[in-house]
């Protein structure tokens, strides 16, 4: 199977420095001055059997094309190029939700390429991690039950092993979703408000988590998987996350630096807007939404959340 990865940020770069233990891979991205050594990256050398390059002509040359980009800039990417993706087996790495369209990058690779293979590699896995051989296990769906085979061993290596599913919808909503969670619990912590909260937080945010995906047709059994929990408990507990971090500033009221992917701050707002189309009851993306976008305090979110109708759990 011919590979290109397409988005040579963090985890572009570090998928094509895994999967180089099993052959050649490009990594195609749109501004790659930086030669064999990505800042994004600090401190990992691409090994020789990755080939780097901003010709994407080039790197639409190989069948199996695993994007990398940010979820906000897929939509765009595709309206300038989806017609020359079209056809291959497409791997979407992106964990969020279309701000526009309120659908996944699976819904928009499917729109822009009606003749491709759809699939999502997901699951916990920081770059910097992956980048330094750490065993990972992450998820591999595809509704395709062949194709989905066939991709998972083609992606697994010694240290990346990939579990499969056929449930495309719930390990992409998983992935989004953690995200918006993420956020809320480093905001919990950023604000000092306890390791007991960032439980609660973790806890009813993967009840929020399960009941929306599976509004949207996710298998339950899903949401407990790597591309769920897995990805929920990483991102809820490391400051590697950067929406943990942007969580955690928001909540000390700390400088950010605007230009870090924070993935689930554009996601909280989907969901909000996906949620009130659905009438699904998400309280916590509602309030990160609402922090994210300066509309509430940190104090009075947590006393709006405390303060709900008590219910069954
Ligand atoms: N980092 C991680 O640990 C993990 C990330 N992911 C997911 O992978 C996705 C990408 O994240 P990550 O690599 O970390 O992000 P980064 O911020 O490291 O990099 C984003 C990359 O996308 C490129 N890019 C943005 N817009 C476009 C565009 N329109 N056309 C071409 N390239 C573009 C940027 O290029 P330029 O430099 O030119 O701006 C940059 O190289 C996210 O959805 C994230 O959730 C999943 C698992 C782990
Ligand atoms: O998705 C990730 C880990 O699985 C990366 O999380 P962040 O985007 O929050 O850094």
Redesign the pocket.
């Known amino acids: 199977m011919t590979i290109s990865i397409?988005?040579?940020?963090?985890?572009?770069?570090?998928l094509a420095v895994a999967l180089s233990a099993n052959g050649p891979v490009t990594l195609w991205?749109?501004?790659i001055g930086w030669g064999r050594e990505n800042p994004?990256?600090p401190g990992v050398t691409l090994p020789a059997p990755v080939a780097v390059t901003d010709d994407l002509g080039a790197a639409l040359a190989a069948g199996t094309l695993l994007l990398?980009?940010?979820?906000q800039?897929l939509r765009?990417?595709l309206d300038d190029h989806g017609p020359a993706l079209d056809g291959r087996r497409l791997v979407n790495?992106?964990?969020?939700i279309d701000l526009d369209r309120l659908t996944g990058p699976a819904q928009l690779l499917a729109e822009a390429c009606p003749a491709a293979t759809i699939a999502t590699l997901?699951g916990p896995?920081?770059?910097?991690d992956?980048a330094r051989g750490l065993p990972t296990a992450l998820t591999l769906a595809c509704a395709d039950a062949e194709t989905g085979r066939a991709l998972q061993h083609a992606l697994s290596t010694p240290v990346l092993r990939l579990y499969r599913t056929t449930d495309l919808t719930g390990a992409e909503l998983g992935?989004a979703l953690k995200?918006v969670i993420a956020i809320a619990a480093g905001v919990v912590i950023g604000a000092g408000l306890g390791d007991s909260a960032r439980a609660a937080i973790i806890t009813r945010g993967f009840a929020e988590m399960t009941r929306l995906a599976t509004r949207l047709g996710a298998r339950p059994e899903t949401l407990t998987g790597l591309s769920g929990l897995g990805d929920l408990t990483l991102t809820c507990t490391s400051p590697?996350s950067?929406n943990f971090r942007f969580g955690h500033a928001l909540g000390a009221a700390a400088d950010w630096d605007a230009t870090?992917?924070v993935?689930g701050a554009a996601t909280a707002r989907a969901v909000a807007a996906l949620a009130a189309r659905l009438g699904e009851d998400m309280p916590i993306a509602a309030m990160v939404a609402a922090l994210a976008e300066g509309r509430v305090s940190v104090d009075k979110a947590a006393d709006m959340l405390m303060t709900r109708p008590l219910k069954e759990e």
């Open positions: 397409l988005g040579a940020g963090a985890f572009g770069t570090a991205g749109r501004s994004r990256l990398a980009l940010p979820a800039a765009p990417f790495t992106a964990k969020g997901t896995s920081f770059a910097a992956i992935g995200n590697q950067r870090t992917t993935e």
